[in-house]
């Protein structure tokens, strides 16, 4: 790698370079001197001194009232170098820790099959907090088969609660004193062929499909959990209650 593309690596701009590289050999020169050398105005120059000053490659020294301008020792880059390689290594836990959490908060993950369902459905029950779910609880049955009475009876034992509109449905359990103090239920006819079920859950939203290829996903995001929760406020606002 040449020169010139390796000052550019550290950060030079192309004017910055070729006045460091004309005055590294003149030693201290006044600002007519380095101008002569090179093709700019002579502002320009100054300009560009200005800056490698405060990035530490140009000294200045006054002799009898007249500024002269001295590149420093290129040993400097690499000490600045070094410099900044303690400043990012001491920033590093702190930056570590942010990617930590934003890797934490936002993510998706995707299953297949009925034990990919399995594992989207053990999450959404995993903590008891309040859950909100709406789909086609009869297509769910159809497909997954126990697999929807095997998770809601893993709700009711952690005493979940949830409130939930889905397709008109009756069950056993619907109508059990355990289920209904925890279950906030409401009907809406035209979840029968929705085509997903959806579970909105703290700050994941987890859904699964009803039709084709079996297919769970898991999103964790504070964002895409409150929009969804005003996708079901509206599903469960024209919802009717279930008469169980």
């Known amino acids: 790698m040449e020169t ?21 050999p003149l030693g201290a020169v006044n600002l007519q001197e ?3 050398r090179l093709d700019f105005p002579r502002t320009t120059v100054y300009n560009t001194l200005h800056y490698l000053m405060r990035k530490g490659l140009v000294a200045t020294i ?4 007249i500024t002269a301008f001295e590149a420093a020792d290129p040993q400097k880059l690499l000490d600045t ?16 820790a942010l990617k930590k959490t934003i890797t934490e908060s936002s993510g998706v993950e995707i299953y297949e099959g009925t034990k990919g369902l399995f594992t989207v459905l053990s999450d959404v029950f ?19 088969k126990h697999l929807p009475e095997h998770f809601r009876t ?4 952690r005493k979940i609660p949830a409130q939930i509109v889905i397709d008109p449905y009756d069950e056993k359990m619907f109508h059990e004193k355990q289920y209904k103090k925890i279950t906030e239920m409401r009907f809406l006819s035209s979840m029968k062929k929705f085509p997903l ?13 009803l039709e084709g290829e079996l297919i769970g996903i898991i999103i964790s995001n504070q964002q895409v959990a409150a929009s969804m929760k ?8 024209i919802a009717k209650p279930a008469k169980i």
Do not use: C
């Open 230 to 237: 005003l996708v079901f406020d509206t599903y469960w606002s």
């Open 4 to 24: 010139e593309e390796i000052l550019h690596e550290f950060g030079l701009s192309d004017r910055e370079i070729k006045v460091y590289i004309t005055l590294l």
């Open 62 to 65: 006054v002799k009898k009232g």
């Open 154 to 157: 893993i709700r009711m034992e």
């Open 81 to 96: 170098l070094n410099q900044r390689k303690k400043l990012l290594e001491s920033a590093l836990p702190s930056l570590q």
């Open 34 to 36: 380095i101008a002569s």
């Open 197 to 209: 079920m959806i579970f909105i859950y703290g700050k994941k939203v987890a859904m699964y499909t």
């Open 126 to 144: 995993k903590v008891k907090q309040k859950t909100y779910y709406f789909g086609s609880y009869s297509m769910s049955v159809e497909r997954l």
